[in-house]
């Protein structure tokens, strides 16, 4: 059976003080959407002109996978889709943790604490890769989170467990996850969405 399984990243032309706050998402814009196509193997950048086939590719999965995704990518992404992002079927790791620990947690944290690795650069960053022109390093940083995104979800998968460095203490610390139910069960992701609270900015 086809695998459809898609790992999503977005990096944005503005920052929430050009736009007037948290709450115009949709007025951040996009500079450029990473992928990784359980299909293929492969990982693919979308720029503005290739959107229309982002959506298609969007429609036919059967679970997109990301990093606060629910709250930040998908409202980012919605004024570019014709479709409603809320009927695609997600699955975010941030939520999905945020239940289980209480609080909020970096994809930097869980990366470091589960893979020995992090992330490159901050979404900051990217913005001035945009501006400048700077495109190979900018997909590059992009394709670097949906790297770093998809192996923290494969290790839960295979572990059942990831793990993260608090904040209070450095400690590491263990969660156990069973991330082998989403996407099998729409019921699982309707309840992940309904939880999700306020968008917030990545600057993780």
């Given at each position: ?33 990473g992928?990784?196509?359980?299909e ?32 930040f990518d ?7 889709l014709?479709?409603d992002?809320?009927?695609?079927p997600?699955?975010?790791i ?12 970096g ?5 470091k604490?589960?893979l ?13 890769y ?27 998968l ?11 203490g ?7 996850v069973?991330?082998a139910?989403?996407?099998k069960n ?19």
């Amino acid at each position: 059976m086809t695998d459809t399984r898609i790992v999503l990243d977005l990096e944005t032309k503005k920052t929430f003080d050009e736009v007037g706050g948290r709450n115009a998402l949709d007025k951040l814009g996009i500079s450029v959407v990473g992928i990784y196509r359980y299909e293929t193997g492969k990982y693919e950048t979308y720029l503005e002109e290739d959107f229309g086939k982002l959506q298609n590719l969007l429609i036919d999965s059967s679970l997109i996978i990301g990093f606060n995704h629910i709250q930040f990518d998908m409202p980012v992404l919605q004024p570019y889709l014709s479709v409603d992002v809320k009927t695609l079927p997600c699955f975010d790791i941030m939520l999905d943790l945020q239940e289980k620990i209480g609080h909020r947690v970096g994809l930097d944290a869980i990366a470091k604490a589960t893979l020995g690795l992090g992330k490159i650069a901050t979404g900051l960053d990217a913005i001035k890769y945009y501006r400048e022109g700077r495109w190979d390093e900018l997909k590059e940083y992009c394709l670097k989170d949906v790297e770093v995104t998809k192996d923290v979800y494969e290790h839960g998968l295979k572990k059942k467990q990831v793990s993260f460095t608090s904040k209070f203490g450095n400690n590491k610390k263990d969660i156990k996850v069973n991330w082998a139910d989403y996407g099998k069960n729409q019921a699982i992701l309707a309840k992940q969405e309904s939880t999700a609270e306020p968008a917030q900015y990545k600057l993780f």
